[in-house]
């Protein structure tokens, strides 16, 4: 157990709809990456947060938006679904910003657009 | 910007022998190399990592890697594999510069009874 938390475990859902994915980090992480993994396109960075800023962006797609909390708890919302947008979500969290620090994931959203 | 590249899409191996997981990473500057491992249905979980110093690192359940700056490789290892090594690893790299980590694609290690 990583210490990293995700819910919903698995989310169904129609094209064109919007769903909001939730991740608690380790307690005393302040930074959180948000991932995609697809069968085609591996594992792709999102987005990253530091203490409630933005940090480093990666592929996302402008459908897609994240936001860090004052507790820290970070949601990663897509809306206007479509097929293609069926993955594994991970959210991972690291004790600072910086290309150094380990990162700790959590068990991912499984997410499925029909 | 950086970028992984991983050999082998798929790598079986008997229990008991040798095995190696070749990655290789293109970068305009200074970096940091993991290792992760993905058991089925389950997040990632840090194997080992490089920052500096000794270009042979060592990390758990008896994986090691070796950081090789000239052929911009590190490539992990491991003398004997069990069942229980079977799982998905993944290599990955991030700048000095910068916060974005780029993962490899992947390369699903199948231990053979």
């Known amino acids: 157990d990583s210490g990293v938390t995700q819910t919903p475990k698995h989310l169904i859902t129609a094209t064109g709809q919007r769903v909001t994915l939730r991740c608690s980090p380790r307690s005393g992480d302040l930074s959180v990456y948000w991932y995609q993994q697809s069968l085609d396109q591996g594992l792709q960075f999102l987005i990253q947060y530091y203490n409630g800023e933005e940090r480093a962006k990666g592929n996302i797609l402008e459908r897609f938006s994240a936001q860090q909390f004052p507790d820290l708890h970070s949601e990663l919302n897509l809306s206007s679904l479509e097929l293609g947008d069926s993955a594994l979500y991970f959210c991972?969290?690291?004790?600072?910003?910086?290309?150094?620090?380990?990162?700790?994931f959590g068990p991912g959203t499984r997410l499925t657009v029909t | 910007a950086q970028s992984v590249t991983q050999l082998d899409s798929q790598v079986p191996v008997f229990e008991e022998a040798p095995v190696e997981l070749r990655c290789n990473y293109s970068?305009?500057?200074?970096?940091?190399l993991f290792w992760y491992v993905q058991y089925p249905n389950q997040g990632l979980q840090l194997l080992l990592k490089?920052?500096?110093?000794?270009?042979l690192v060592k990390g758990i359940n008896g994986f090691e890697a070796e950081f090789n700056k000239s052929q911009t490789s590190f490539h992990l290892r491991k003398p004997s594999v069990h069942i229980s090594d079977t799982a998905e690893y993944f290599c990955?790299?991030?700048?000095?510069?910068?916060?974005?980590?780029?993962f490899g694609t992947g390369t699903s290690l199948t231990v053979i009874p």
């Open positions: 490089y920052l500096s110093g000794s270009t």
């Open positions: 970068s305009s500057v200074s970096v940091y």
């Open positions: 991972a969290s690291s004790v600072a910003s910086g290309g150094d620090y380990e990162q700790y």
């Open positions: 990955a790299v991030s700048g000095n510069t910068g916060n974005q980590f780029y």
